[in-house]
């Protein structure tokens, strides 16, 4: 009977964890969060410069500190359009001296650059630009908690199985007591997850591919993420196409994955490339670990010449988040967008609060988002575009998404109003101010 119970409380957490990321669309396991993994992440971030600093293995090369901090901002300039609640992140780089070839950017924008990567790879300032960017998307796609509510999950589990084995009866009372005791120890271990476990191939694919659009945002170009892995090969004789069981894809499938990005990724940059030929930075988000109380104060203003006054950073509302390349998110917006599965209406059954929150929100990135990851073919996915594209200053696709929800709800298959557990509410699919371009 204890042993069902567990099973099943940990069935119901499992389910309850998982949800879509509404910046990538990508379902996440996400016990943890992203908030716990911001303050998690920021006292072992003090903790390791405190250590670093008294080890003197804090870079003093001026030219190279203010190198990365250069780079860095610009990038992360760019970056909060895509999450502009990381606007608020307390941004910091440190350069550390070691032979590693490493770099990291752990929740809430801490930062650190080793040495090793610097003087054995000797990336240009667009090759560093790909490193620094790959780390930054992993911050903003949210994997510090990700990889710390896996690694959670898998201490409950065990933790589980071994109350699990106490509560049968079998085994001697020490026993029991002794396995019990292990069980309350992995919890105490599991409420401090790792901040620095390895992330997982799907999250380094992920930063990967967002990691590129934000170098070419911020005017990096991105044919330099082809040869900065040409030379992490060559530094680390690491050529091997086999990726089974890494966490890491093999630098030739990265380079293939990149190699399939370069058109959209080249069209955006060379549209960003001229804000860069007389660029001042408006705003610095990003701090250094220097002496400096200038570069070194949380968020620093800069001051605009054409202003008196102290220049703030600009506002950006949720539903003007800009959105990451995708094929799907591409024909999203063009209006060609198809949902083609007819047997996800329990999923999406699931999911309607979250749509409906998404709605009330105006997020309309998530919203869009959300429903192409359900990809149900239903009148009630097809109004959900219909008022995404419209919130997107889109009326155009918005026009057509709605026209595709009214054909559907004249369906018996497909319509709202004949099935048996999707109801359609207060959504009418007249035509109406409701469906109109705001």
Not at 100 to 107: D, E, S, Y
Not at 312 to 322: C, R, W
Request: hydrophobic share 40%; aromatic share 8%; with cysteine.
């Amino acid at each position: 009977m204890m042993r069902t119970i567990l099973v099943g409380c940990m069935a119901a957490f499992l389910l309850s964890g998982c949800v879509t990321n509404t910046m990538t669309g990508r379902s996440q396991l996400m016990i943890v969060s992203e908030e716990a993994a911001i303050n998690k992440s920021a006292s072992l971030y003090s903790s390791m410069i405190s250590a670093f600093d008294k080890e003197q293995k804090l870079s003093q090369d001026s030219a190279t500190n203010q190198r990365v901090l250069n780079i860095t901002n610009r990038l992360v300039e760019r970056a909060v359009l895509y999450k502009p609640e990381a606007q608020k992140w307390q941004w910091q780089v440190s350069v550390v001296v070691s032979d590693q070839i490493n770099a990291f950017c752990m929740a809430g924008g801490k930062m650190a650059v080793y040495t090793g990567l610097l003087e054995k790879v000797q990336p240009t300032d667009d090759e560093l630009a790909q490193v620094m960017g790959h780390e930054i998307a992993h911050a903003l796609a949210n994997h510090t908690a990700e990889k710390m509510s896996v690694d959670l999950l898998t201490k409950i589990a065990v933790a589980t199985a071994t109350v699990a084995i106490a509560a049968s009866g079998n085994g001697t009372q020490q026993q029991n007591n002794d396995t019990v005791r292990t069980a309350n120890q992995l919890a105490i271990l599991a409420g401090s997850a790792f901040v620095t476990l390895p992330n997982s191939r799907n999250a380094e694919t992920e930063a990967d591919k967002l990691g590129i659009e934000i170098a070419a945002q911020a005017g990096y170009d991105p044919a330099s993420a082809i040869t900065l892995w040409e030379k992490m090969m060559a530094a680390t004789g690491n050529n091997s196409k086999a990726d089974f069981l890494s966490t890491h894809p093999s630098p030739p499938n990265r380079i293939a994955a990149l190699n399939a990005l370069q058109a959209p990724m080249q069209t955006l940059y060379q549209s960003r490339l001229p804000v860069y030929q007389h660029y001042q930075p408006t705003y610095a988000y990003v701090k250094s670990n220097t002496n400096d109380w200038l570069t070194n104060s949380s968020n620093v203003r800069v001051i605009d010449e054409n202003k008196a006054n102290l220049q703030d950073p600009p506002t950006i509302a949720p539903g003007e988040a800009m959105a990451f390349y995708s094929s799907a998110f591409e024909s999203f917006k063009a209006g060609t967008l198809d949902l083609t599965c007819e047997t996800c209406g329990l999923q999406f059954y699931f999911n309607q609060k979250d749509l409906k929150t998404l709605l009330s929100k105006q997020d309309w990135r998530g919203l869009a988002y959300k429903v192409i990851h359900l990809n149900y073919k239903f009148d009630l996915s097809f109004y959900y575009l219909a008022q995404a594209a419209y919130g997107m200053h889109n009326p155009a696709a918005g026009d057509i998404y709605m026209a595709r929800a009214r054909e559907l709800a004249q369906t018996a298959q497909y319509g709202c109003a004949s099935a048996k557990m999707i109801k359609c509410g207060e959504i009418s699919f007249d035509p109406s101010p409701q469906t109109s371009t705001p």
